[in-house]
């Protein structure tokens, strides 16, 4: 069974800086990507940052220049580092990893989620 820990969210003022992790139970190179997402009160769930198998990297509009993933594969983690952080990043942050299979010639997509983790940003 896949799971994804996440880890490191918190409160922290306007203009600081976080790092979130996502620990998977398996390599991550059986992922086709991971990614984090977030979701504030109210709103719909989106695309914070991605990274593919391949190592192509995705970030949302609103985070670009400010936010970084990255990931160890040694430790089957991955990284979200957010700095210059806004009170509009406030949300919680999950992690999600896809997995891509073929079944009867079609590919089909599998989405694992984490729990989430809370950022706070506030002064």
């Known amino acids: 069974q896949v799971q994804l820990v996440e880890s490191g969210g918190g409160l922290v003022q306007p203009g600081g800086s976080l790092r979130l992790s996502c620990v998977a139970s398996?390599?991550?190179?059986?992922?086709?990507?991971m990614g984090w997402y977030r979701q504030a009160p109210g709103q719909e769930r989106e695309l914070v940052a991605e990274?593919?198998?391949?190592?192509?990297?995705n970030y949302g509009d609103s985070v670009k220049d400010r936010f970084t993933i990255s990931r160890d594969n040694a430790k089957n983690t991955v990284y979200l580092q957010m700095n210059s952080l806004k009170p509009e990043d406030t949300g919680v942050y999950y992690c999600?990893?896809?997995?891509?299979?073929?079944?009867?010639?079609?590919?089909?997509?599998?989405?694992?989620w984490g729990k989430g983790t809370l950022v706070t940003v506030s002064s």
């Open positions: 999600k990893g896809l997995k891509r299979t073929v079944q009867l010639m079609t590919f089909v997509n599998t989405d694992y």
């Open positions: 398996e390599i991550i190179f059986s992922f086709n990507a």
């Open positions: 990274v593919t198998r391949g190592g192509i990297t």
